[in-house]
């Protein structure tokens, strides 16, 4: 394998509340499980973190995660002489409530427009999180889309939030994309690789929105991460 190899390493539902819940154990068996590869020299890896970074989504516990995982890169780099870049998308437990979560009657009521604000207000600590990782940068509401290049490879990320408009009711089948959004996730950036993470799969969103996800993720992501 050529030194230019890529290595995606994919981490999900965190739920850190407090700072001892940061693990060195688990911390080091993250890295130690990527010493499988070692017949592959990597110098790049795309650490793939979708959702539920946090157990409430308090400015605490996100400052709680963001030490775990410079923990964690600082020990890869150590290891692996690498580069890491991170890619980060919000779960529904990364939503901060804060006793005004959202009725789900709103949703059945297709009340999206007149929600989205103060929803998305209840992300603001996810976004300092993902502002420091370099995602998420211009306050964009339902998804991030991102180009990166290394060593010369043309990648193309779309970072789904559908954690947005999650309430503490059942909602799958009730998330929601609006249509302007979609017609600028389906477009194409000639890229050489497309990988798309989002937290929840397609069938959380409404039938309508959900049906162009899928046909969006399925025929134009080489890599669904979720």
């Known amino acids: 394998m050529k ?33 499988c590869y ?42 692996f002489k690498c580069y890491c870049t991170v890619l980060v998308v ?13 009725d789900v009657a709103q949703l059945n009521d297709g009340k999206y427009a007149e929600n989205e604000a103060v929803e998305h207000k209840k992300l603001e600590s996810f976004y ?22 290394i060593n010369g490879i043309k990648i193309q990320v779309n970072l789904i939030n559908n954690a947005i408009f999650s309430t503490l009711a059942p909602y799958k089948g009730l ?22 993470i989002m937290h929840h799969s397609p069938d959380c969103y409404r039938d309508d929105v959900k049906n162009a996800i899928e046909n969006i993720v399925i025929k134009k992501s080489n890599i669904l991460f979720y």
């Open 128 to 149: 300092d999180f993902s502002k420091f990782n370099h995602c998420f940068q211009q306050g964009e509401v339902y998804f991030d889309k991102k180009i990166i290049n």
């Open 175 to 196: 998330l929601y994309l609006p249509n302007d959004r979609i017609t600028e996730l389906s477009k194409d950036t000639a890229s050489d690789l497309t990988i798309t």
């Open 3 to 35: 030194k230019d190899s890529i290595i995606f390493l994919h981490l999900s539902d965190m739920h850190f509340t407090k700072e001892k819940d940061i693990s060195d154990l688990h911390i080091c068996k993250i890295v130690d499980s990527l010493k």
């Open 90 to 102: 919000p779960g529904n437990h990364d939503v901060c409530h804060n006793n005004r979560t959202l």
């Open 38 to 79: 070692k017949e592959i020299k990597f110098n790049n890896i795309l650490i793939i973190i979708s959702g539920d970074i946090t157990f409430s989504g308090e400015r605490t516990q996100f400052l709680t995660a963001r030490k775990a995982l410079g923990s964690l890169i600082a020990k890869l780099k150590r290891v």
